[in-house]
C-alpha cells in the first residue's frame, strides 16, 4: 500500500490562498448581480434637491397659466330678481338691504334679469360677466324707476339692455369688452351719468326714445360712441368722447340738445341725417376728420362750437333752414362747406387758417352775415352758386377774399376786405357790389392806391369813384372806411 507524500508547509499556505481568492471573486460576481437588481442609489440630499426644481418649475408653469388665462367659471347663471322682491336662485351673491336695495357681495358669472320695480341696484364694484352670443348682462324691460351704480359689466352681446322702460338711472358703471353697451328702446325720461364705456362696439344707443339725459360720461376707444334713431328731446350734455369711428349720430331724430360736450381724436364727431330741429352747442372737437356733418336736415342750430384740426369742419349737404353761428374754427381744410343746400344762415362764425373758409356749391338763398375770415387761402368762395346775401364779413391775410365761379346774381356789400393778396376773383360771374345811395358798398383797403385822387362822396362814408373789379362787376358806392 502506498504512502501519500506529506505536502509542505508552503504548499499548503498556496492553497489556501488560491481558495481565498476563489472565494472573494465570487462573492463580488454576487454584489454586482445584486447592484444590476436594485439599480443606482442616489444620495438623499441630490433627491430632496431634484425634488423641490421640479415643484418650482411646476409651479412657476401653473401661476404663469392663470396669470396669462385666468379661469372662467363653467356655469353660467341668470340671476332674477323677482317681481315680489325674492332672489332666483337663493344661493346667489347678492343681499337685500332696507329699502329695497340690492348689493353685490361677489363677481358673477352670468346675467340678470329684473322683474321688480322701484329698487336700487349696488354692483359694488363687482364684475358681472356673460358671454356673448345673444346674452344681456342686466336686462331691464318693462321696468320703471330702478336704478343700477357701481357695476362692471363685460362680454355680453347687450350690457344693459332697456326697452319700454321710464325713470331708470345708470351711474358710475364700468363697461367694457361688449357689443353694445348701453341700448334703450321705446323707452323715455332715463339717467345715463358719470359711466365709464371702453372697447365696445357701440356704447350708448336709443331708438324710438324720449326725454332722456346722457351726461359726464366718459367713452373711449368704441367704434361708435352715441347713436339716436328716431328719437326726440333727448339731452346729450357734457360727455368725453375719445377715439371712435363716429362719436355721435342721429338719424330721423328731432329736438335733441347736444351741449357741452368734449371730443378728442374721433374720425366724425357729430353726424345728422334727415333729422331736424335739434341743437349742437357749445361743443368741444379736436383732431377730427369731419367735425359736424348735416345730411338732408332741416331747422338745425350750430351755435358756440369750437373746432380745430378738422379737414372738414361744418359740411352741410343737401339741406335748409340750418343756423350756423358763433363758432370757433381752427385749422380746418374746408372750415364751413354748403353743397346742393338752401336757406342757410351762416353768422358771427370765425375762421382762422383754412384752406377754404366757407364755401357754397350748387347752393341758393343762403346768408352769409358778420363771419370773420383770415389766413385761408380762399375766404368765401362760390361755385355754380346764385342769390346769396354775402354782407359785413371781415375778410383779411387771406390769398383770395372772395372766388366766384360761375356765380351770379349774389349780393356782395357791407364787408370790409382787409389786406389780401386778392380781394376779388371771377370768372363768368356778375353780381352786386353795393346796396344803392346812401346804403354803400364794401371797405376795400387797396382803394385809395389804386384811386389817389377819389374823394369822399358828401361827407357820407362813400369814395365819389367806383371800385372797378372786371368789365360786369364794380362797387359803386365803396366805403370810405370798414
Known amino acids: 500500500m502506498s504512502k501519500h507524500k506529506k505536502k509542505s508547509w508552503k504548499e499548503s499556505q498556496r492553497e489556501r490562498q488560491a481558495k481565498q481568492q476563489l472565494a472573494e471573486e465570487a462573492r463580488q460576481t454576487q454584489r454586482e448581480a445584486e447592484a444590476k437588481k436594485k439599480g443606482t442609489k442616489l444620495p438623499m440630499g441630490k433627491i430632496v434637491l431634484i425634488l423641490s426644481l421640479i415643484a418650482l418649475i411646476v409651479g412657476a408653469y401653473a401661476i404663469w397659466q392663470y396669470s396669462a388665462s385666468p379661469p372662467t367659471p363653467n356655469v353660467f347663471t341668470t340671476v332674477y330678481i323677482r317681481q315680489d322682491g325674492s332672489i332666483d336662485p337663493p344661493n346667489s351673491t347678492i343681499t337685500i338691504g332696507e329699502n329695497n336695495d340690492y348689493t353685490m357681495t361677489a363677481d358673477i358669472y352670468g346675467s340678470l334679469i329684473i322683474e321688480r320695480d322701484n329698487i336700487v341696484i349696488n354692483g359694488a364694484n363687482h364684475v358681472l360677466q356673460g358671454q356673448k352670443g345673444g346674452s344681456k348682462g342686466i336686462d331691464l324691460s318693462r321696468r320703471s324707476n330702478v336704478a343700477i351704480k357701481n357695476t362692471q359689466l363685460k362680454?355680453?352681446?347687450?350690457?344693459?339692455?332697456?326697452h319700454s322702460a321710464q325713470n331708470i338711472t345708470l351711474s358710475q358703471d364700468n363697461l367694457s369688452n361688449l357689443n353694445y353697451a348701453i341700448e334703450i328702446q321705446f323707452s323715455s325720461n332715463n339717467t345715463v351719468s358719470e359711466n365709464s364705456i371702453t372697447n365696445c362696439g357701440g356704447a350708448i344707443g336709443f331708438s324710438n326714445s324720449s326725454g332722456n339725459k346722457v351726461t359726464k360720461n366718459s367713452l373711449t376707444t368704441n367704434q361708435y360712441g352715441l347713436s339716436l334713431t328716431n328719437s326726440s328731446s333727448n339731452t346729450i350734455s357734457e360727455n368725453t368722447m375719445r377715439n371712435h369711428i363716429g362719436a355721435i349720430g342721429l338719424s330721423q331724430s328731432s329736438s335733441n340738445s347736444i351741449n357741452g360736450n368734449r371730443m378728442f381724436g374721433n374720425q366724425k364727431c357729430i353726424l345728422l341725417d334727415n333729422s331736424s330741429g335739434n341743437t349742437i352747442s357749445e361743443n368741444t372737437m379736436v383732431d377730427t376728420d369731419e367735425a359736424?356733418?348735416?345730411?338732408?336736415?332741416?331747422?338745425?342750430?350750430v351755435t358756440g362750437n369750437s373746432l380745430e384740426n378738422s379737414p372738414n369742419g361744418i359740411s352741410i349737404v343737401d339741406s335748409s333752414g340750418n343756423s350756423i353761428s358763433e363758432n370757433n374754427l381752427m385749422n380746418s381744410s374746408y372750415a364751413i362747406g354748403l353743397s346742393q343746400s338752401h336757406m342757410n344762415i351762416i353768422t358771427g362764425n370765425s375762421l382762422t387758417d383754412s384752406q377754404y373758409g366757407i364755401s357754397l356749391e350748387d347752393s341758393r338763398n343762403n346768408d352769409i352775415v358778420t363771419n370773420s375770415i383770415t389766413n385761408a387761402d380762399y375766404a368765401i368762395a362760390l361755385s355754380q352758386s346764385s342769390d346769396n346775401t354775402i354782407i359785413e364779413n371781415y375778410l383779411s391775410g387771406n390769398q383770395y377774399a372772395t372766388y366766384l365761379y360761375i356765380?351770379?346774381?349774389?349780393?356782395?356789400?357791407?364787408n370790409s376786405f382787409g389786406y389780401n393778396s386778392y380781394q376779388v376773383y371771377t370768372l363768368e360771374s356778375t353780381n352786386v357790389w353795393d346796396g344803392g345811395y346812401p346804403s354803400g358798398g364794401n371797405y376795400w383797403s387797396d382803394f385809395q392806391s389804386k384811386y389817389p385822387d377819389a374823394a369822399e362822396l358828401e361827407g357820407a362814408n362813400i369814395w365819389n369813384t367806383p371800385y372797378v373789379i372786371d368789365d360786369n362787376n364794380q362797387d359803386n358806392y365803396p366805403l370810405v372806411g370798414s
Open 407 to 414: 356765380s351770379s346774381g349774389n349780393s356782395i356789400f357791407h
Open 292 to 301: 359736424v356733418s348735416l345730411s338732408e336736415s332741416s331747422g338745425n342750430s
Open 155 to 162: 362680454d355680453f352681446t347687450y350690457g344693459i339692455y332697456i
